[in-house]
């Protein structure tokens, strides 16, 4: 439902507070023929890459295309 849920109040009183990470979500449509080293490093399934206060998930769907997201640990 979201950070700014329209159900949540009705449940509970917390808030929504930023914890210092973000992500950021990507679809690369037709990966193989547009995005064709990016789907190389995908392959036929997901792929992680972690560091410390960052990282990249990408995983392959229907049609080839690359469903991804980015997380950055940003101070607030």
Known sequence: DGAWSRVR???????????????VETHLFDGDERHPESAALVGGGAMMVL???????????RGGNLHTWVMLRRPA
């Open 9 to 23: 109040p009705l449940l509970s009183a917390a808030t929504p507070a930023y914890t210092g990470i973000s992500f």
């Open 51 to 61: 560091e410390p206060g960052k990282g990249i998930l990408a995983h392959r769907e």
